[in-house]
């Protein structure tokens, strides 16, 4: 049984900043690609960054700068370091993973809240 297990949210002051975390477990498949999602009440899910395991990465751009993706993959685990954090990054972040024949599996999501 696949698990994503998330990390890392909470509030946070403007400008400051706060790391997620998130482990894949439960597959024998290898994840192609993982990524944070994040969606606001009334407003559809967006995509906040990718990682393949090849190593590229991509951004939506009102993170692009502020935001780092990386992987390790002997754990199957995702970070997403977020920096010069602004109120609209206010939202539930969500992981993503895209496992080889079985397809795609999300987490349940960790709050982040940017407030002072």
């Known amino acids: 049984q696949v698990q994503l297990v998330e990390s890392g949210g909470g509030l946070v002051q403007p400008g400051g900043s706060l790391r997620l975390s998130c482990a894949a477990s439960?597959?024998?498949?290898?994840?192609?690609?993982m990524g944070w999602y994040r969606q606001v009440p009334g407003k559809q899910r967006e995509l906040v960054a990718t990682v393949i395991n090849d190593g590229r990465t991509n951004y939506a751009q009102s993170v692009k700068g502020r935001f780092t993706i990386s992987r390790d993959g002997a754990s199957n685990t995702v970070y997403l370091q977020m920096n010069s954090l602004k109120p609209e990054d206010t939202a539930v972040y969500c992981c993503n993973a895209n496992f080889l024949r079985i397809g795609a599996f999300w987490g349940q999501g960790t709050q982040v809240t940017v407030s002072s």
């Open positions: 439960g597959s024998m498949y290898s994840i192609y690609a």
